[in-house]
């Protein structure tokens, strides 16, 4: 098993940026993808984007294109979500989770493990 703990959320307004980061612990992390989902009220799960183990892979939503970037630091069993040029829209609780295999994730069913979320909130 994995445990993950997400961090970076808050207020910011719009254009702003933040930094979401998603520290693993348990389960060897470095050997399997990872993903960034985001819900927001009213809304189901988002699968905003993902990488690969190596980081050599990435996916993200048509939505998020060009602001956004996902990275890992396998050393520090840790996993990046840089948001930029932030929308009212990007609003949500955001979630981190690993994946069932080394390779990029594509979707929903190809994570195992989910954390608890962390809440973004863009004012406009």
């Known amino acids: 098993q994995v445990q993950l703990v997400e961090s970076g959320g808050g207020l910011v307004q719009a254009g702003g940026s933040l930094r979401l980061s998603c520290a693993a612990s348990?389960?060897?992390?470095?050997?399997?993808?990872t993903g960034w989902f985001r819900q927001a009220p009213g809304k189901e799960r988002e699968f905003v984007a993902g990488?690969?183990?190596?980081?050599?892979?990435?996916y993200y939503t048509d939505s998020v294109k060009g602001r956004f970037t996902i990275s890992r630091d396998n050393a520090k069993n840790t996993v990046y979500l840089e948001m930029n040029s932030l929308k009212p829209e990007d609003t949500a609780i955001y979630y981190c989770?690993?994946?069932?295999?080394?390779?990029?994730?594509?979707?929903?069913?190809?994570?195992?493990?989910w954390g608890q979320g962390t809440q973004v909130t863009v004012s406009s």
């Open positions: 990488i690969s183990w190596s980081g050599g892979s990435t």
């Open positions: 989770a690993v994946a069932h295999t080394y390779s990029l994730p594509r979707g929903p069913a190809d994570f195992a493990s």
């Open positions: 348990g389960r060897t992390f470095s050997s399997y993808g």
